[in-house]
């Protein structure tokens, strides 16, 4: 009896150690407040002891997990209801939506970098090179045929000497057949930019065509043009297109991969789209844009879910592809109803013209997204 007497006592929420000010905040208390009203520290007087620390350290750790908790769950299971509890004010129930947003984007960025990292190509000059690429007939070249037993050196040097051989026959190709004109620099600069921008695309094309060369440098060089930046870039899409047409899984994947950052900037966009297409709702740019990042983050969680039983199947992704294509039209058209709360036949035609919109929408953003991402591939 003495002892539960004694661990009563000890509790920082005794009414003994009620004080009349917030030792926090200074803020003044009635001895009968629980908490600060001010900075809602609790009210006691009582010294710091191991326990209370230990105590107040992990009740805040539960909070934290406790709202990660909730997100989750009532982000997968309740579509729609999450931004409507949200919106109508239940803040400290969920984590910040934009914040969630961001840390479900980056473990799925983590997640993809750990599995595509496993580029093995043999790089000259930090060109990958294509080891089974064609030497034309008339070049024949003894080392080669010798050479049984390569070095990742020696094969560097073998290439190295087919580009300049190849480049050489090229030329002797050139003198001999007058159709294939390559235009230098200075008449270059006398068409417009636009015209010369074409005519420069056409010729680095055709000159990687035949010499096969991938080296920027290396083809500039041998086509006397200067080695400025734009033109190393425009020559070195040659090789991108090569890669994007020989392989076009890992494009799309490391596409794909870009993703979470295309969303954030298109974002207020669809907010702004939302908020159209529901003027005569209550809810203001702010709570439409709260809306747009759940989505997110729910196709985000989603992957990252789906990731897991994808790993283990193999490179197929069929439980990505039945999230994207079943359980994600299904799951936005059920959000935009319990958030939005319109009839079954209002919702399903917003559903088909936001779809419209996003598709529309989509081949603008993916033709600037395409073009930036094969920019910098
Ligand atoms: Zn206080």
Known sequence: ???????????????????????????????????????????????????????????????????????????????????????????????????????????????????????????????????????????????IESNTYFNADSLNREIDSIIKTNTIAIKEKESKKEETTYLSEVELDTISWSTQTVKRIAMYREFYNETKIK???????????????????????????????????????????????????????????????????????MEHLVFIFHIFSFSFLAAIIAYFPDLLLGDSNIVTAVVYLIIGPFYFYKALRNFYKQKRATTLFKFVIINLMFFIGSLIAATLFFTATAAVY
């Open 1 to 143: 009896m003495g002892s539960t007497k004694l661990t009563k006592e000890k509790s920082r929420k005794a009414a003994i150690y009620k004080g009349a000010e917030c030792l926090n905040c200074g803020h003044p208390l009635k001895l009968t407040d629980k908490y600060c009203s001010n900075c809602s520290q609790l009210n006691s007087t009582k010294q710091l002891s191991i326990n209370d620390f230990f105590n107040e350290f992990f009740s805040s750790l539960y909070t934290y997990d406790s709202r990660l908790r909730y997100t989750i769950k009532d982000l997968l299971f309740k579509p729609g209801v999450i931004t409507r509890n949200y919106v109508a004010g239940q803040r400290l129930k969920y984590a910040n939506p934009f914040r969630f947003y961001l840390s479900v984007s980056i473990i799925y960025f983590i997640l993809l970098g750990l599995t595509s990292g496993d580029d093995t190509s043999i790089k000259v000059n930090g060109e990958p090179i294509d080891l089974t690429e064609n030497v034309s007939e008339e070049i024949t070249n003894p080392t």
């Open 215 to 285: 080296n920027p440098d290396k083809a500039l060089d041998s086509l006397k043009h200067n080695k400025n930046r734009w033109n190393t870039w425009l020559y070195s899409k040659n090789n991108t297109m090569d890669r994007v047409t020989e392989n076009p899984g890992v494009f799309l994947n490391y596409m794909l991969g870009k993703i979470p950052f295309f969303l954030f900037f298109f974002a207020p966009f669809f907010a702004f789209f939302f908020w159209l297409l529901y003027s005569r709702k209550k809810y203001n740019y």
